[in-house]
DNA sequence: AACATTTGGTTTATTTTATAAACTACTTTA
DNA sequence: TAAAGTAGTTTATAAAATAAACCAAATGTT
């Protein structure tokens, strides 16, 4: 019945971001703080610990001059959040 | 898109008991316990919270001469519940 | 040119949460 | 009557979320 919940995924703003990465081809980080209403700290941070789970890539660069920080989802993002969804779904009833 | 999600529903533990008290007419701590497979100390701290915040209600009794604890799904939680799952569909695209 | 402000973040500190471990009180069994 | 089990609660610790402070470079203002 209950499925153990991934916990990486199991958070706000985690799975806000891999709610809208699953959706596009990429998005740069002042995106994902406008759709997600995160502060920068905040999304900083969770942006980290979803790299280094292997769940989305992060690649710094530049847009003329400034930084611009764009996010892609994995292959292994996408069963993850898959996975997590079905696991929700035994809570959920759906 | 992204709506709050009520932060005392989004917790794997409490998320269970909720599920399974809407479910049923009642349902006692130790069937909780077994169904969720959460250890005593957890779930009494989450039932706790729970009944705190009005999602359920909590009676203490016995059931012979063994302590036996009884708890309900309340109307304010049946709509937490909805409310959340609701909102949580923004996030897993249902 | 000099200074303040904004942008795009990161790092650090604080609060909150989840969880386990230890404990209490009572009951049943040997 | 001692040992073990039941039904929980309380307390301590680890992990997570979040905010606040900070940094470096760019841009706007006088």
Redesign the pocket.
Known sequence: MFKELN??L?????LAVMSILIGVEEA???YLREQTH????????????LQKAGYISVE?GF???????VCRITDCGRDAFTEYVDALSGYIGR
């Not at 502060?39 to 900083?44: I, M, P």
């Not at 847009?63 to 920080?69: E, I, L, N, V, Y």
């Open positions: 916990p990486l199991h958070s706000e703003l985690r740069d980080f002042v995160a502060t920068a700290g905040n999304l900083s941070v969770q942006i980290d610990k710094k847009k003329g001059r400034m930084p611009r920080t």
